[in-house]
């Protein structure tokens, strides 16, 4: 990049914040996907849309790249700039402008971090139910860029089912304010959603407008296990057919239950095949007839342990188990390969199985958790980036993981996003008229190819 | 350094939030999973050491917040630290560390000795004259920060008053060896005797062996292993020869330096059990709560509690000192917001760092405040140190005191 373009960028943004020493650049060349790392060619932290505006009118008349970045927790490189172009870091853009009690609405600028609006809108008794696994350092952009899930999913939905209002710079610098506060909308084409999961592809946001709902008043949480996995997925299926839909239905295999004990000894039995950890929420006597009728199904699906915790201290004791299964997992080797496999939840016994099975193949270690409400697995792989052999065995294994999963009619990733990193998995699931369509939004968007190129997919077909 | 140890960390970010300087800057290379990418590209042979690299890493207060989140078990800050030590045994210290961490911290009877005179500035009221007249503001700037930390100093150090054997009082339950720091002994006795106090009416004797040295963690600051080693050893052999039931101590870091000895002195026996048996204070305390809440007396204050990273964060205990405190009927007890955050003492940080060290105290005070407390408890004589002058001049009606001192205030109530 050359020298007058920087200062010109310094100039919009202020010295300190246009970052060019190699240090920079090389702590600015990752996010949390294994393996990938590239040095961008400079860093920006702007402190206002107007900023981000001419930082892009700029960017845009001189044809240089821009890779938005909120905290870089994504695990699909969607934040790494390959092409030593601009990362521009969104943080310092961090205030909660407002929280509407009457629209039940809030609206942050990107930087806000997500469990900090959590909190915020708790204390006024309110609920904003997307809460990703990073939700204490993720940010609101991110999440809306990836469409994150989070534990309380299944009944909750995603970041997509609470964004009302965008107010986004385009690739030229220009403005674009789509949705509001207002909860019908038909007037023109549903912009909010194409720029929900675009992954930095269509615009930077700068401001976001969320639903809000009020939040539950009671919870119960339960704990169970199962000699046998295929029951534990009955069990799900089952629950959801009587059409109890808890708030959290989260899943542990073998290899996690094994992991976690030794790591932290909850008391985990060592000879079932899986975990649940149920929530149930809302009104007090249908949290008590939900947990009831849980508890009915899960007998007679043959569990051989089921808790359910007296109060919020103890149910925090029970949901110990899943908060620390990363953790348990990621301590194991060097490196870990935390991917999300997505099937319809009928088949989440034959993937686990499969997942297993393909583990054994390649001589691998693989847990399996993640949200089984909602058919999304998490399995991670842990292995070590020096072991060059191993790891190729680990795509090898994700590669047929991956085919199974299209195969059983699921999805490549159900929250992290393509990136680059399920790039060329993506035909295979959209198709080619998929891509065409694609292809063809990014390019009335965004037509030099300067905002995240080759993300999700590739600008031409190759 | 191991370099599987740099590999192991994920890059998750999980222990963005908990820093201290990313808090404050944003800047990737100012947080943990930055400084361990600066320090392995650096192995790694992608970066060279810079200024700008030093300045970096040197950022770090080594808090250790971001190990007490890290899924995978990786310490930045101990990281930076080990690589610091590494590349200053190549390029020497200069000679204000050498001789303040090396010749003089770690050696008690030298410390005392160099103390005395302040003692004496303090006590003639040259102080008064010296403040008044703005001399501290000639001084280079960190002696200046420096002297400005030291509260009233006490006329002489514990170690030379304190009786090596207190009885217990009343029917004695055991012997606790007591292991009184060096900040302790010098500024901050009365809290140590207040510590010797609840010991003793628990029903324990207590022996405060007088020879101790320093627990080393100067000398670890000073990359002096050799000098770590010697003081680990001498403490072990010094605690081994009197019997005692357990080692307790009030000065979070000397708790956390000590229960790493088994460690420095590469798993030796001795040093093993030694570690094993040491306790900070308010796990003792805790133990006895039963006993201990029968002699405490109502206390109406409006009381919140500063984790010390070295309590917190190197010793995992939280919920001890909290609970000690709920202990005292009438206490109304408020959680400080980011409470187990750095306040940025950490150790000569605040005399290499001014900067940073005011950003993050500023934030520690601006918490305080917001509690409405009207004292302020803690377990550390860093951060006994930072946040009585920090509170002295931002928030004069709170007053900061040691755990042990608070309770002993309900007992005497
Ligand atoms: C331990 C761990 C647990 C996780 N758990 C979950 C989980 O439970 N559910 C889940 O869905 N994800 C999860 N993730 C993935 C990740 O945290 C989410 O994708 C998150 O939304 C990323 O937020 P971020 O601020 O870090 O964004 P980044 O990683 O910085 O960016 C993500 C993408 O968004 C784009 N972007 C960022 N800001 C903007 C903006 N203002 N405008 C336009 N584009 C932008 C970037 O270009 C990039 O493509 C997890 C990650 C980790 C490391
Ligand atoms: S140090 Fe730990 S918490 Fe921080 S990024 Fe690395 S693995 Fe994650
Ligand atoms: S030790 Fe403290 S300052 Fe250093 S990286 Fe960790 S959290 Fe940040």
Redesign the interface.
Known sequence: MENSFIKALAGIVGAPNT?I????L???G?????ELQSRPGAVL?PGSAEEISKVMALCHEAGVRVTPRG???NLSGGSISFDAGVVL?T??LNRILEIDEENLTATVETGV?TSALHREVEAKGLFYPPDPG?M??STMGGNVAENSGGLRGLKYGVTDDYVMGLKTVLADGDLLKTGGKVVKDVAGYNLNQLLVSSEGTLGIFTEITVKLIPKPVAKKTMLVHFPQLEQAALTVSHIIAARIIPATLEFLDRVTIKCVEDYAHVGLPLDVDAVLLIEVDGHPAQVEEDAAGIRQICERHHCSFFQTAAGPEEALKLATARR?A??AL??MR???ILEDATVPRSCIAPMVKLIQDTARKYDLLIGTFGHAGDGNLHPTCLTD??NSDEIARAHQAFGEIFEATIAMGGTITGEHGVGVAKKKYLPKLVGESGLRVMRGIKGALDPKGILNPGKIFSLTSD | MDYVKLINCMRCGMCLPHCPTYKETFLETASPRGRVALVRKLQEGELVESEKFLEYVSLCLDCQACASACPCGVNAGELVAEFRCESKKEKGLSMMEDLVLRKLVPHPDRLEAATAPLRLYQKTGLQQVVRSLGLLKLFPEALGRMKGLLPKLPDAPLRQTISEVTPAAGKEKGTAGFFLGCVMSLIFSEASLATVQLLSTLGYRVVTPKAQKCCGAPNMLGHDLDGLKEAASFNTDLFDSFDLDFVVTDCGGCGAELKKYGQHLDGERKAVDFSASVRDISEVLFAESEALAAKLRPLPLKVTYHDPCHIAHCQGIRSQPRALIKLIPGIDFRELPEADACCGSAGTYNIEKPEMADRVLSRKVQNVQKTGAEYLVTSNPGCLLQLKKALSEAEPQVRVIHLTELLQMSMNA
């Open positions: 970052l020493d190699p240090e920079s090389a702590c600015y990752y996010d949390s996907t294994p932290l905290s870089g927790t870091q943080s310092r971090i990073s204490n350092i620390v990363l953790s990621a301590r060097p490196t870990t980036e020096r």
